[in-house]
């Protein structure tokens, strides 16, 4: 990572009609969360299959026993956004970012301050009614089913509550692919944060949106299969290249 790379990739960002990003898991794991699919990942020490659909339909009770278990065994409490985060929150703030598309379920980036933020995988914080969709913030939830409130319902409708979060077997939310869709084919410019690439359908949006003519600027540790199609690929820290590109971005203009 040069300054010169820098520059002109905040350049490119500054000049772009429109520019949207798109995090994966190494803007999460920044934080000091753990991943999903690594060597020493979540699903290394737990069976996925434990948080399949199917387990939660046909044994809620013992889904959300094993659910609050693994969250304050891996999560905890004190995660924070990182500078990451906070630059991706400072370029929307500056009209610099149409739209965040994230495939992490952590919050974090509302948290840091980004508004306009598609969540293709859901939300760990909040749960939903599995009834009526009504969704309600999950501390609380959590805190009923330490009490032995399993499964927890609904206190509207008195359905059965669930993370609102995709599990194994459900399909993607429709309308946050539409508009991550929808973004991708319109932009100027699409910004690759801490993701490997290699998960469907996340992993089509960047190059749709190359397809139709947009820059191509991903920064993540590691070669994706679309680094040969980027005009900027930075292979390194995302907590230092996204605080860079931000201060480059707003220096110029």
Request: negative net charge; glycine residues 8%; proline residues 6%.
């Amino acid at each position: 990572m040069t300054d010169d790379e820098i520059r002109f990739a905040a350049g490119a960002i500054r000049d772009a009609d429109s520019v949207v990003a798109m995090t994966g898991a190494g803007v999460s794991t920044a934080s000091g969360i753990p991943d999903f699919r690594s060597e020493d990942g979540i699903w290394q020490e737990y069976d996925p299959m434990d948080f399949h659909i199917s387990r939660f339909e046909a044994d809620p009770e013992g889904f959300w026993e094993e659910r609050v278990e693994m969250v304050e065994d891996l999560f905890g409490d004190g995660f924070q956004p990182n500078p990451a985060h906070e630059a991706l929150a400072d370029l929307e703030t500056a009209g610099h970012l149409d739209a965040l598309i994230t495939q992490n379920i952590d919050g974090l980036h509302q948290d840091a301050g980004n508004e306009e933020v598609i969540e293709v995988h859901g939300n760990g914080q909040r749960v939903a009614c599995y009834d009526c969709d009504r969704t309600f913030e999950a501390d609380g939830v959590y805190d009923r089913v330490r009490s032995g409130a399993v499964p927890p319902r609904c206190p509207r409708c008195d359905g059965l509550l669930k993370p609102d979060v995709v599990l194994f077997g459900e399909q993607l939310p429709e309308y946050p692919l539409f508009r991550a869709q929808s973004l991708s084919e319109r932009a100027d410019l699409f910004l690759v944060v801490g993701s490997s690439l290699t998960v469907e359908p996340a992993a089509s949006f960047p190059r749709t949106a190359a397809d139709a003519g947009a820059t191509l600027c991903i920064v993540n540790l590691d070669r994706t299969d679309l680094s040969d199609r980027a005009e900027y690929d930075f292979r390194a820290d995302v907590t230092e290249v996204l605080p860079a590109l931000r201060d480059a971005v707003q220096e110029g203009s």
